[in-house]
């Protein structure tokens, strides 16, 4: 199994990014879900957002302002970031857990994960 995540670049304080995380070598019969998670320079990695086949989980910091998405036929999740400020830049990770939706309280620990990408930097500056 392997994650792509992409999309990371340069934006403005108020302005918009879209990430891609692409996830292969699943077969069609495997269930699983993903999140993402970020790394800000000198700081640890912490979790963002989660998507589940029913459930969706947000950090308090980008609620509101980000969207997480699937497309299952393309196996790909999405990370919508709108209004995006400078707490917000970052290398992000997209991480998959196989088996069915997580819990609100078990989603942000990384040891339950199963599979990483390899990051994705995101730097938010005018």
């Known amino acids: 199994v392997q994650l792509q995540a992409s999309g990371g670049g340069l934006v403005q304080p108020g302005g918009s990014l879209r990430l891609s995380c692409v996830a292969s070598g699943f077969t069609s019969s495997d269930v699983y879900t993903i999140g993402w998670f970020r790394q800000a320079p000198g700081k640890e990695r912490e979790g963002v957002s989660y998507?589940?086949?029913?459930?969706?989980f947000y950090a308090d910091s980008v609620k509101g302002r980000f969207t997480i998405s699937r497309d299952k036929a393309k196996n790909t999740v999405y990370l919508q970031m709108n209004s995006v400020n400078p707490d917000d830049t970052a290398v992000y990770y997209c991480a998959a857990r196989r088996g069915n939706n997580m819990i609100a309280s078990s989603w942000r620990q990384q040891q339950y994960y199963d599979f990483w990408g390899q990051g994705t930097l995101v730097t938010v500056s005018s």
């Open positions: 998507i589940g086949d029913s459930r969706r």
